[in-house]
């Protein structure tokens, strides 16, 4: 989309679709979901009076908060291939949607697939502190990209996915620092954009280098059963309407398991193992032919 001259503006889970190729035998994974999508940078250079749009797990910080990131008093970003001038007086708060903040949602993306749906007790508690909705949630978000992964953060991440954790670390960095450095003035300068977006090409190269690979292929994905039907996590602050998209409910919803009576739920799909994949919407499970197929891993090359 970068390429095309769009933003998506609602990069999330849901929008994200991934499809077993047998004649390639590898994963293909497209973006759906146009609905909220528009060109940039715009003729008009303005950000619209339209309210703001995404799923609130994955939403940029500064299009959550309306809170800017620039810091005036950096004036020099030689890393990002370009130079900043130093700016005097305040931001306006943020409205308009930039390549950036799809990247973003991106890497909060990544980040919950990695810390909420491979079964890992242990870094499934830690996505709690983050993948929740209100400000105590935003307030963590911020820290996060900000500061950076705390030491309880980092130790949470299941062993396999170290190399992952590492490399999410590096586009955490490349991120802030380009918010920090970009000036409004900036703001709809397409080449400002193009080194981030290279840092996620190289994210993918170096997580699917064979010996990294072979440590996180084999993970199953699962998906928490607190983000099925609406359900909450312990703790979790109350909401009714708040999740964008939610998935069908049909009648199942007496059928559904307490989050105290099942953590995870199998995802139907390929597995490494050829073991029977079960679907996800809960107790009404089916068993699948067996498939001997990886367990879903994107390659950049895809």
Known sequence: MFCAGWVHRDISDGNMLAVWDKETQAWRVRISDLEYAREFPRDDGVAGSDPKTGTPFFMAYEI??????????????????????????????????????DLESLFWLILWIVLARIGHQQSIDAAFAIFQEGHSTQFARGRTLKDGFTPALQDSFHVDTHKIRDELGAIRRQLYRAYKMRSPQDMQDIASYSLVCGQYLEFFRRINEPLNREAWS??????????????????????????KRKCDEEDTRDELPSFDQAVLAPVAGPSTQGSEAESSAGPRRSKRAKKTVPSYAESASD
Do not use: N
């Not at 607190?226 to 312990?234: A, F, N, Q, V």
């Open 64 to 101: 959550q908060t309306h809170a800017p990131l620039y810091d005036p008093q950096e004036f020099e970003a030689e890393s990002l291939g370009y130079l900043t001038r130093l700016q005097t007086g305040t931001c306006e708060p943020v409205q308009m949607h930039t390549y950036q903040h």
């Open 218 to 243: 084999g993970l199953a994905i699962w998906t928490p059963i607190w983000t099925l039907k609406g359900m909450l996590p312990p703790g979790s602050v109350a909401h009714s309407e708040s999740r």
